[in-house]
Every structure is written in structure tokens, then in C-alpha cells.
Antibody, heavy 117, light 106 residues
């Protein structure tokens, strides 16, 4: 069945770079897109960016200057890197796979990232 | 970007009917979807394409709307429905989420 699993460091220091991995199973990254969605502590869901099935990427305009998404199809992994982290980047980061119609039926369990010195 | 506006919070008693609204800043046709999120958990899909119930979701949940105005209805509300509910549109790029409506039970 379809599974997505996020992994990464739980703690990042201010001004440093966050690196997260989304490992998927049950589908191919060349057939489906993967999105990153974050949830700042106590707040709502925010779309960060996506890796499309054809390798194209797209980013939230508010994060574009700090964000990079890549993938390794042989390892079934999608990567997120975001630099210059600040305390308001603290929150839970999810990877999720949409259907062709645009709804997110599959989510990872999320990984909590704390930005603190 | 398409802005989706939801009321921040609602409080209802078990057994009542509750409607949660989502208003889009521009038309999203019927490409509106609803999620439930309980504390400490990932969001789960409830309704897709405005009115289609996701498999396994209780029939107490229903959705309606098109264009810019959408509604998620829970009837009757149960204690387990305490959660935050989000709408999300996929008609306009980038896809966007509403700010969420926190449902509390009295």
C-alpha cells in the first residue's frame, strides 16, 4: 500500500539549513507527484512545494528563496532543503501525495522540527 | 494565490448538526476538499471534489458547494469529531489550504 515516511533532525539551530527526506513505497515517483506541507506550531497547514512526477519543481512564493526540493527515484526518496531557518519555522513537516484530482489522500506521519539555539 | 477563508472556531453539543464554511477568493469550480486533523496526527481526507465522501468516512459527514462557497456538514456531531477541519482547493495553482476551523464540543 501507499506509504510516505518523513525523516530528519528534530533540532536545527537558527540560521542553519534544514534537510528532510520523504521515503515512499507503494508507488513510483515517476508516476506521482509528492508535496511538502508544513504546520507551524499551533497554526494551520501551509503548502511548501512539490516535486512533480516528471521531475519539475514548484515552490511557495513566500519560501522560494530558501527552499529546494529534489529526488532520487532509485531510492524512492524526495528531499527538502530549506536554509536560514528561524524560530517561526518550528513545526511539523509532512510529505503527501495527491491524487490526479488534487486531493491529498496519503500523508506521512510528519516530522517535528524545532528551531532553537 | 487563492485565499480560502474559514471561521476560526465553533462549539456545538453532541447530537447537533454543524456546518463549517469555506469561502474562496476566486472560483475553484468543485475542486474543493476537506480534511480532519486531530491533535498530534496528520490530516485525513474526509470529502473530495466538494461532495464525495472518502471511503471509510462516516456518512455523518457531507460536503456541498461550488464556485466560491463550500460547506462541510456533520450531522449528528459526536464527541470523537473534536478536531480542526481544513478545506483545500486544487483548481488554481498553487493549491492552497484554508486556515482551519477548530470544532469543540460543549
Amino acid at each position: 500500500q501507499v506509504q510516505l515516511t518523513e525523516s530528519g533532525p528534530g533540532l536545527v539551530h537558527p540560521s542553519e539549513t534544514l534537510s528532510l527526506t520523504c521515503t515512499v513505497s507503494g508507488f513510483s515517483l515517476t508516476g506521482y507527484s509528492v508535496y511538502w506541507v508544513r504546520q507551524p506550531s499551533g497554526k494551520g497547514l501551509e503548502w511548501m512545494g512539490r516535486m512533480r512526477y516528471n521531475g519539475d519543481t514548484s515552490y511557495n512564493s513566500a519560501l522560494k528563496s530558501r527552499l529546494s526540493i529534489s529526488r532520487d527515484t532509485s531510492k524512492n526518496q524526495v528531499f527538502l532543503k530549506m536554509n536560514s531557518l528561524q524560530t517561526d519555522d518550528t513545526g511539523t513537516y509532512y510529505c503527501t501525495r495527491p491524487t490526479t484530482g488534487g486531493w491529498f489522500a496519503y500523508w506521512g506521519q510528519g516530522t517535528l522540527v524545532t528551531v532553537s539555539s | 494565490d487563492t485565499v480560502l477563508t474559514q471561521s476560526p472556531a465553533l462549539a456545538v453539543s453532541p447530537g447537533e448538526r454543524v456546518t463549517i464554511s469555506c469561502r474562496a477568493s476566486e472560483s475553484v469550480s468543485t475542486l474543493m476538499h476537506w480534511y480532519q486533523q486531530k491533535p498530534g496526527q496528520q490530516p485525513t481526507l474526509l470529502i473530495y471534489l466538494a461532495s464525495n465522501l472518502e471511503s471509510g468516512v462516516p456518512a455523518r459527514f457531507s460536503g456541498s458547494g461550488s464556485g466560491t462557497d463550500f460547506t462541510l456538514t456533520i450531522d449528528p456531531v459526536e464527541a470523537d469529531d473534536t478536531a480542526t477541519y481544513y478545506c483545500q482547493q486544487s483548481w488554481n495553482d498553487p493549491w492552497t489550504f484554508g486556515g482551519g476551523t477548530k470544532l469543540e464540543l460543549k
